[in-house]
Nanobody, 125 residues
Framework: QVQLVESGGGLVQAGGSLRLSCAAS????????MGWVRQAPGKEREFVAV????????NYADSVKGRFTISRDSPKTTAYLQMNSLKPEDTAVYYC??????????????????WGQGTQVTVSS
């Protein structure tokens, strides 16, 4: 069984930065890709970024490329999302998720086997 717990959300002004963390329990997580999906009020969930099990491959949504960086630690049990140059349109609940599928293309929601509870990110203008 895998559990994902996000932290690091909060309120920040436009142009500011936040770093989200996703701590995973369960030794099998090291073989999973870990990603971030967000959901803004009144909108569907959208892919943000994903990192492969080894940490060497990543994939980003066009809307965050150059501003967000996804990484994971050496034991591969914690994933991070460094968010810089934040915009009001980045306001959303950010969910951490894990998948054993390919990340060559952004994983679909159904491909994620595990989800965290979400953390709120609010960017004020």
């Amino acid at each position: 069984q895998v559990q994902l717990v996000e932290s690091g959300g909060g309120l920040v002004q436009a142009g500011g930065s936040l770093r989200l963390s996703c701590a995973a329990s369960g030794r099998i997580i090291s073989s999973y890709a870990m990603g971030w999906v967000r959901q803004a009020p009144g909108k569907e969930r959208e892919f943000v970024a994903v990192i492969g099990w080894s940490g060497s491959r990543t994939n980003y949504a066009d809307s965050v490329k150059g501003r967000f960086t996804i990484s994971r630690d050496s034991p591969k049990t914690t994933a991070y999302l460094q968010m810089n140059s934040l915009k009001p349109e980045d306001t959303a609940v950010y969910y951490c998720a894990a998948t054993r599928g390919s990340i060559f293309f952004p994983p679909r929601e159904v491909e994620y086997g595990y989800w965290g509870q979400g953390t709120q990110v609010t960017v004020s203008s």
